[in-house]
């Protein structure tokens, strides 16, 4: 009796599948293919071991080029079988084997015979393999085949010769694009796959030419093309023209618009959704142009195919992202998929109506989430909970219902990414709803009692110390702390000490109760953990000697590390142990950039201190070692900034100059770093004439020439101006290289005793505000942000014009303030309507400054900017504001 069929997405826990390639090896293949010079061919066998290397091939086996070659010729005698079967699988070893040149003219004949043959099925895979395997010159003999085969009668034939001529037009494009005529003659053929591989290739041939393919569009949405195939690629080329003409068009209609809403109307589902999907991705879509392509998509949720319904219910929940309101209407149908068998339906379906539902949908909607959660895998977890974080920052009155949903998943099993999202989202929750703070703290230390990953419960001890001091009754929270000195790992044990100072010095009341719960940590086996305790008492004064925490030990503990870790990681290694103790204010403060002098090729030498060879401190430290070494500069106190290289010549060019601008209180002392690239010549006296006319506030006090500059040899020239103190004075300065040439003889590198006055123009170069800023980064910016004076806070709102994106305004401001995005807010996430960006940096005379940036963008692609300033000194967050509104 015959076995029933088994459907290959069943799950099988015992996997009884048999391979029929499974244990074969090469050699014992290679001897099997002697078959093929059998005088009798059995087809069904030398199909078989055609399969085996085959299979061999595409494992990636390697055959030498012996074993290839015999391989090869015993394939080539297979020609003489009339079996259509082994024929085909000729056809398919020819081209994996991919012969050489010299080979090749051994089936040429055999394969040019075929392209001729009265067999169909021959005449295609013949195509197929010719212009697979052959050169220019051969190609050139058959073109007048491949022309007829573009137009021949059968679909098959003809779409060989149109995928061929894709693929050719990769390496003999000239040779193709004479086609042209025969490809559009094949674009009125009924057959699908013909118009769809003839429209494929006639693209190709003009897509360089943007006049061309508008033309191609215009002619063919004009006209009638059959096949839906065809049609989806039409909607695609479409989609770019209109994109191509965006800026162009001076009317408020959109090209294409019509045709593109006309294909809603189509038979065929593919085309339908292939139009809906373009509309919606139309760059600044109206709610007017959105309504067709949603109301089709909103049927296509109904079908009875689930490709149809996870294709419209993606494409929803895109729109959603841009155009919430838009897909409101499809609510109800998409209520039903979230009981959809595909789980990945019903996770959009979940998705996108956490997107577009209302508050008053927000409990119904949580009840069928809660059913649904246990049956979906991780990944797919963590996507309702990334929506649900976001409906919750939408509605905040709603946070009790959702905050409860977080802390039950969070109790149910699951892997550290999923733990990770939902404790990020009640973290944000806390900071974003001040009403979600107390039940949200608490249902984190109820998570860290049966934690079992690290990372989750030293971040959540140490979100606990900063926020469980500031609510009603801290008290209750210590409990949960102190639990994890006994019952945890070293790493958390030492966090948990931590968590417990920060508690024992914001809260009076709790610091005796603390005293002692420190006091048994000095017994703890680890030392990280006993030397913590100790640390705490300490800086605390456990010993009796303050009353109430000093500044300075609430700065140790809640104060953010204001120094790179890079820096200060360099800093310590270059200290020399000896009776002054190490100096954290020595640590230079700036993160520093590559010097676009390391990007060179590796064949160039740096460009003097340009590109010192060390991190970014040494960098530093280097300029400043070499500022104070020059008599002229050594008064100028210390240095503030380097700029990274800006370079003043193009690449390639006889003479490479970058420049680094050093930034003093009261000075700005540009250093130009030389090369000369011209082995025939010797650079003396080389100095650098900067024209400061364009920079009023500058006056130049010093310079310092290069005495000689050999071929190759870095070398540096400097140019001081004055600027008034403390001021971020701006400017621009015109440069003229100025040096005398004396000609080298190469062969004794002697140099002639009389030279030349000669000079060259450089590029030209600006101070900008940026220069005047350090990039400095904090750790927590809310704190630092909390920590700052209030009234040094300045506020107001500027329009940015319109703008491509968002990201593109964010990048731009970053830039203009020249200061350190922080925890990742630089990054905008695609399609965003609004984002906030948090900058923070040190501005010159050592101020801090703590930068809020909110953006929105609207529909005709206008920016507007909410810019919040904090700083040490009030005139400087009035310099910020005044800096961006002449920027």
């Not at 996870?310 to 929940?317: E, I, K, P, S």
Request: proline share 4%; charged share 25%; with cysteine.
């Amino acid at each position: 009796m015959a076995q029933p069929l088994v459907k290959k997405d069943d799950d099988h826990d015992d996997e009884a599948e048999y391979s029929p390639f499974l244990g074969i090896e090469k050699g014992a293949v290679l001897q099997e293919a002697r078959v093929f010079n059998d005088p009798q061919l059995d087809p069904r066998r030398c199909s078989q071991v055609i399969t085996k290397l085959l299979y061999l091939l595409n494992q990636g086996e390697t055959f030498t080029k012996i074993e290839a070659t015999e391989v090869f010729f015993a394939v080539t005698k297979l020609f003489q079988s009339r079996d259509l079967g082994l024929r085909r699988m000729v056809y398919l070893m020819i081209k994996e084997l991919s012969p050489s040149s010299d080979e090749v003219i051994i089936v040429t004949s055999s394969l040019m015979k075929d392209m001729n043959s009265k067999t169909d099925m021959y005449r295609a895979n013949a195509i197929r393999v010719l212009c697979r395997i052959t050169d220019g010159t051969l190609l050139t003999q058959i073109e007048r085949y491949l022309k007829q085969a573009i137009v021949d009668k059968n679909p098959v034939v003809a779409s060989a010769a149109l995928v061929s001529g894709i693929h050719l037009l990769q390496s003999n494009p000239e040779i193709v694009k004479r086609w042209s005529n025969e490809v559009q003659e094949a674009m009125q053929s009924r057959a699908a796959l013909v118009q769809f591989h003839a429209l494929a290739l006639l693209h190709q041939i003009r897509q360089n030419d943007r006049l061309a393919v508008s033309k191609l569009v215009t002619s063919l949405t004009r006209g009638t093309v059959r096949s839906p195939l065809a049609q989806c690629l039409l909607i695609r080329y479409t989609c770019q023209v209109i994109r191509e003409s965006a800026g162009n068009t001076q009317t408020g209609e959109r090209p294409f618009y019509d045709y593109l809403e006309s294909c809603l109307r189509h038979k065929a589902e593919m085309v339908i959704f292939e139009a809906a999907r373009a509309i919606t991705e139309l760059n600044g879509v109206t709610s007017r142009e959105l309504t067709p392509a949603i109301t089709v998509l909103q049927l296509f949720l109904s079908s009875s195919k689930p490709v149809l319904r996870f294709a419209a219910v993606r494409t929803l929940n895109k729109v959603a992202m841009m155009h919430p309101m838009a897909v409101t209407n499809c609510n109800i149908d998409m209520e039903s998929l979230i009981s959809d068998q595909n789980r990945s339906i019903a996770t959009l379906a979940i998705t996108t109506l956490l997107k577009t539902g209302n508050e008053s949908s927000v409990d119904r909607l949580m009840k069928q989430i809660t059913n649904f959660m246990s049956d979906i895998a991780d990944e797919f977890k963590i996507v309702v909970v990334e929506a649900i974080r976001s409906l919750c920052l939408k509605f905040p009155l709603k946070y009790r219902s959702l905050m409860n949903f977080l802390s039950n998943i969070l109790r149910e099993e699951g892997g550290f990414e999923y733990k990770k999202a939902i404790v990020d989202s009640i973290v944000i929750l806390i900071r974003d709803i001040p009403d979600a703070k107390e039940s949200g703290l608490l249902h984190l230390c109820e998570f860290i009692e049966d934690c079992e990953f690290t990372y989750l419960s030293t971040q959540i001890l140490h979100f606990l110390g900063i926020e469980g001091p500031k609510t009603s009754d801290p008290s209750k929270y210590i409990r949960y702390i102190y639990n994890r000195v006994h019952l945890e790992n070293a790493t958390v044990r030492a966090s948990a000490v931590s968590t417990l100072a920060k508690f024992g010095a914001m809260v009076d009341s709790l610091k005796p109760r603390i005293f002692v719960l420190l006091r048994r940590c000095l017994f703890d086996s680890d030392d990280e953990v006993r030397d913590r305790a100790t640390l705490y008492l300490n800086t605390l004064g456990a010993d009796g000697a303050m009353d109430e925490t000093n500044e300075d030990a609430s700065e140790f503990l809640f104060g953010s590390l204001d120094v790179p870790l890079v820096n200060l990681e360099t800093s310590l290694k270059n200290y020399e142990s000896s009776d002054e103790p190490f100096d954290i204010s020595s640590v230079p403060r700036e993160v520093k950039v590559q010097p676009l002098a390391e990007k060179k090729a590796p064949s160039k030498k740096p460009a003097g201190l340009g590109a010192p060879p060390s991190g970014p401190t040494a960098t530093v430290d280097a300029y400043e070692k070499l500022l104070s070494s020059i008599p002229e500069f050594s008064s100028f106190g210390n240095l503030f900034k380097s700029s990274a290289p800006v370079e003043l010549t193009e690449a390639e060019t006889e003479y490479a100059v970058n420049v680094v601008k050093h930034i003093f209180d009261q000075h700005v002392v540009f250093q130009y770093n030389c090369t000369n690239t011209i082995p025939e010549q010797l650079l003396e006296n080389v100095t650098v004439l900067v024209d400061s006319s364009e920079a009023e506030e500058f006056a130049e006090v010093a310079s310092k020439p290069l005495q000689s500059l050999p071929y190759d040899s870095p070398g540096q020239t400097f140019v001081a101006f004055e600027k008034p103190q403390g001021v971020p004075a701006v400017g621009k300065f015109s440069n003229i290289l100025k040096f005398i040439v004396k000609e080298v003889d190469t062969s004794t590198g002697e140099a002639e005793d009389d030279g030349v006055e000669d000079e060259y123009r450089l590029e030209d170069l600006e101070v900008v505000a940026a220069d005047y800023m350090q990039k400095v980064g904090v750790s927590n910016f809310r704190n630092a942000w909390e920590n700052m004076n209030p009234d040094s806070e300045r506020v107001d709102e500027y329009g940015l014009g319109p703008r491509e994106n968002l990201s593109e305004a964010v990048n731009a401001v970053i830039n203009l303030l020249g200061m350190q995005p922080c925890e990742g807010t630089e990054v905008v996430p695609s399609n965003s309507r609004s984002h906030t960006c948090l900058l923070s940096g040190v501005f010159i005379g050592n101020v801090r400054v703590l930068v809020r940036l909110s953006f929105g963008i609207d529909g005709e692609k206008e920016v507007a900017m909410k810019l919040a300033v904090r700083s040490d000194d009030e005139s400087v967050s009035d310099a910020i504001h005044e800096i961006v509104a002449s920027g």
